[in-house]
Structure formats: C-alpha cells, structure tokens
C-alpha cells in the first residue's frame, strides 16, 4: 500500500510537474491527483492513462492554435490588432483581432505604427473641411460628428502605398467617381456610400470583417436603405450640393437627388 501511494503521489506528481512548465492542462493533473487520492482512500490503483492522454490533447491543441494568426497570445503583442487578449491575441467570440469604435474612443489605444480610420470617410458627412466639421460646422443633419464615427485601427499612413490605411482609402476615388454622375453632382446616397467604404475597410482588414460590419451598423442602422445624401465631393460642399446637403436631402429609388429634401413627384 505505501509503495502504491509513493507511486500514485510520483504520478501526480509529474504530471503537474508539466503543467507547470507548459502552462497547459491543469485540469488533467487535477483529475491524476483525484484518482491518485481514490487509490489512497480505497485502495483501488488509478487510471492514470486517461488523464495522461487528456493532458497530451490538451498540449497540442494550444501548439496547433499558437500557429494560427490572433489564437495563439503572443508575448509581444499582435502588431495589426492589439485585441482583447492580455498577449494582444483575442478570445474567439468576444471583441475580435482589431481595435474598432468611434473615432474618439479609439485614437489614443492605436499601437505603434498604427493611425485611427474612419471606416466611413468623414468628408461624407460634412460640407465643410475638417477643422470646421470637428467642430460641428457643416455637418449634414443627421450625420454623426467627427468624434463618433466608426473607426478602425490601421497600419501605416493613408498615403502610403500598400499598408492597410491605404488600402481602406481605395474607395475614394470610386465614391467620388459615383457622385459625379448624379443628378446633383458631388452627392451620394448613404445606401451607395457607406457599402463602397465598409468593402475597403475590410480589404484592409479581412480578418475584422465581423468587428467592421457592426461598428458601422451602430452609426448607420439600415445604411443598405438609407436614401439620405453624403457628400461626395471628396472635398467641402459647394453650390446646389452644399445647399442640398445641409437642407438634409435624400435619394428617391433612382438614386435621383431633391434639393428640398423630399422626395419628388411622379
């Protein structure tokens, strides 16, 4: 019986004794040391295989998912995400890889390297330039201010070909292009807009698709539906835009544009 017990106590002992070393399968050492203490108790020998196979699944799953990119935490952090986990991965199902929120939530947590980016580029939703917007100058009614846009943190400068803030810049021009060819020139239908801008978002982050497409639905519920008009000059408002923009016009079904904000008659 003493020399069962040693052994059973050795066992269990080991087996926390990897634990330990590799940080993985605490359960599984629990379950040796619960039957090393039944062969104490009752005199009946422990199943140690059990337990040990456990412990042995559990080691190299957490080695297969420290390979896959934001699974595994990584001692310095993930360098595109910067997420919820304490390592700079993150917890499948809760946040996600990416740093998303309004603009004024995010601009301070971006890593290094990394600019906040309004996913839905703000000069949609304003008819003056930047300094007024911030200000609340020129915002189109509706829209949300500068500060409460959804954003996104993002790797490099827009201006700087190939990293992920150029590539969410990619729209653009495509959106400016767009609103050239409407009824009133330089305007553009949220329903139109906001799509073209979330797409080059997540072009530049696939992997926060999920993170992306939610943030924006906060700032712009039924943005698939929304006939309201955007700026899409790509630069402040000017004449029969800059007036139907801030009178808070809308699009009909054709994409048609009402200066007085209604819809027109048939």
Same mark, same amino acid.
């Given at each position: 019986?003493?020399?069962?017990?040693?052994?059973?106590?050795?066992?269990?002992?080991?087996?926390?004794?990897?634990?330990?070393?590799?940080?993985? =399968?605490?359960?599984?050492?629990?379950?040796?040391?619960?039957?090393?203490?039944?062969?104490? *108790?009752?005199?009946?020998? #422990?199943?140690?295989?059990?337990?040990?196979?456990?412990?042995?699944?559990?080691?190299?799953?957490?080695?297969?998912?420290?390979?896959?990119?934001?699974?595994?935490?990584?001692?310095?952090?993930?360098?595109?995400?910067?997420?919820?986990?304490?390592?700079?991965?993150?917890?499948?199902?809760?946040?996600? #890889?990416?740093?998303?929120?309004?603009?004024?939530?995010?601009?301070?947590?971006?890593?290094?390297?990394?600019?906040?980016?309004?996913?839905? #580029?703000?000069?949609?939703?304003?008819?003056?330039?930047?300094?007024?917007?911030?200000?609340?100058?020129?915002?189109? #009614?509706?829209?949300?201010?500068? =500060?409460?846009?959804?954003?996104?943190?993002?790797?490099?400068?827009?201006?700087?070909?190939?990293?992920?803030?150029?590539?969410?810049?990619?729209?653009?021009?495509?959106?400016?292009?767009? $609103?050239?060819?409407?009824?009133?020139? =330089?305007? *553009?239908?949220?329903?139109? $807009?906001?799509?073209? $801008?979330?797409?080059?978002?997540?072009?530049?982050?696939?992997?926060?698709?999920?993170?992306?497409?939610?943030?924006?639905?906060?700032?712009?519920?039924?943005?698939?539906?929304?006939?309201?008009?955007?700026?899409?000059?790509?630069?402040? $408002?000017?004449?029969?835009?800059?007036?139907?923009?801030?009178?808070?016009?809308?699009?009909?079904?054709?994409?048609?544009?009402?200066?007085?904000?209604?819809?027109?008659?048939?």
């Amino acid at each position: 019986m003493g020399a069962g017990m040693a052994t059973a106590g050795g066992a269990a002992a080991a087996a926390g004794g990897v634990v330990a070393g590799v940080g993985a =399968g605490t359960d599984s050492a629990a379950t040796a040391l619960d039957t090393a203490a039944d062969w104490i *108790i009752n005199g009946q020998a #422990p199943d140690l295989v059990g337990p040990a196979l456990a412990l042995g699944e559990r080691l190299l799953t957490n080695m297969v998912l420290k390979k896959v990119p934001g699974l595994g935490g990584r001692g310095k952090g993930d360098q595109k995400g910067g997420g919820s986990g304490p390592s700079g991965g993150f917890i499948p199902g809760v946040g996600g #890889p990416c740093i998303v929120g309004t603009y004024d939530a995010i601009r301070k947590k971006c890593g290094p390297g990394q600019q906040a980016h309004h996913i839905i #580029p703000d000069t949609l939703a304003r008819t003056g330039n930047r300094r007024q917007g911030s200000k609340g100058i020129g915002r189109i #009614p509706g829209m949300p201010s500068l =500060g409460g846009e959804p954003s996104i943190c993002l790797q490099g400068h827009a201006g700087t070909q190939g990293s992920e803030h150029n590539t969410a810049h990619q729209c653009d021009d495509e959106i400016c292009e767009a $609103a050239k060819h409407s009824e009133i020139p =330089g305007t *553009i239908a949220v329903k139109d $807009a906001v799509p073209k $801008a979330m797409s080059a978002a997540i072009a530049a982050r696939p992997d926060c698709k999920a993170q992306i497409e939610a943030e924006v639905r906060k700032a712009y519920p039924k943005y698939d539906e929304d006939n309201r008009s955007m700026n899409g000059a790509g630069k402040p $408002a000017s004449g029969d835009a800059k007036a139907h923009l801030e009178s808070g016009g809308t699009a009909d079904g054709n994409g048609r544009r009402n200066p007085t904000g209604g819809r027109k008659s048939r």
